[in-house]
T-cell receptor
Framework: DAGITQSPRHKVTETGTPVTLRCHQTENHRYMYWYRQDPGHGLRLIHYSYGVKDTDKGEVSDGYSVSRSKTEDFLLTLESATSSQTSVYFC??????????????FGPGTRLTVL | SQQGEEDPQALSIQEGENATMNCSYKTSINNLQWYRQNSGRGLVHLILIRSNEREKHSGRLRVTLDTSKKSSSLLITASRAADTASYFCATGTGTASKLTFGTGTRLQVTL
């Protein structure tokens, strides 16, 4: 999958606990994205990064934070997990922003269940 | 809210038939992309069409774009069982470095 890995692949956690998901790329791409996928909603952007230490919010960013201290790693943190954050989370990378028309490559996903 | 909305939500056809999926969007775009997702997997990029293009081909895929109607269609010709998947359109807009995805069309191709 274009040199993108996500960890963990599956996680079950309890309400109120912090959770960190990791996205790691070996492509040296500038842009990285976190999406969540839920039935009936398609993919919704949580946060994205356009460079090291440069991040911005997507459409569903409440309750999530991100960090990018290295080109290859983009971390998504659920500060205090809630049941509404039960979802499948996908990381994606791109060498150019969508404005410039380049495609995104997706990781295999992380299935998170919050009890 | 979603920028793109696919139609139909689900489509079932027989192998060898053509499959057409439509995508409508709300605001001006720079480009529109189509992705495929097999069950339990990440999305895979299929094709990109820019706002100044009207039609594009890639193998058995044909994409059209009508910016006046804010709509796009994806045609898969001579479908195969392996084409069974969900298909999503995604739009790139303005100065934002992000894509907005639709809710997808589930395609089932039977033998």
């Amino acid at each position: 999958d274009a040199g993108i890995t996500q960890s963990p692949r599956h996680k079950v956690t309890e309400t109120g606990t912090p959770v960190t998901l990791r996205c790691h790329q070996t492509e040296n791409h500038r842009y990285m994205y976190w999406y969540r996928q839920d039935p009936g909603h398609g993919l919704r952007l949580i946060h994205y990064s356009y460079g090291v230490k440069d991040t911005d919010k997507g459409e569903v960013s409440d309750g999530y934070s991100v960090s990018r201290s290295k080109t290859e790693d983009f971390l998504l943190t659920l500060e205090s997990a809630t049941s509404s954050q039960t979802s499948v989370y996908f990381c994606a990378i791109s060498s150019m922003g969508p404005r410039d028309g380049n495609e995104q490559f997706f990781g295999p996903g992380t299935r998170l269940t919050v009890l | 809210s979603q920028q793109g909305e696919e139609d139909p939500q689900a489509l079932s056809i027989q192998e060898g038939e053509n499959a057409t999926m439509n995508c409508s969007y709300k605001t001006s775009i720079n480009n529109l992309q189509w992705y495929r997702q097999n069950s339990g997997r990440g999305l895979v990029h299929l094709i990109l069409i820019r706002s100044n293009e009207r039609e594009k081909h890639s193998g058995r895929l044909r994409v059209t774009l009508d910016t006046s109607k804010k709509s796009s269609s994806l045609l898969i010709t001579a479908s195969r069982a392996a084409d069974t998947a969900s298909y999503f359109c995604a739009t790139g807009t303005g100065t934002a470095s992000k894509l907005t995805f639709g809710t997808g069309t589930r395609l089932q191709v039977t033998l």
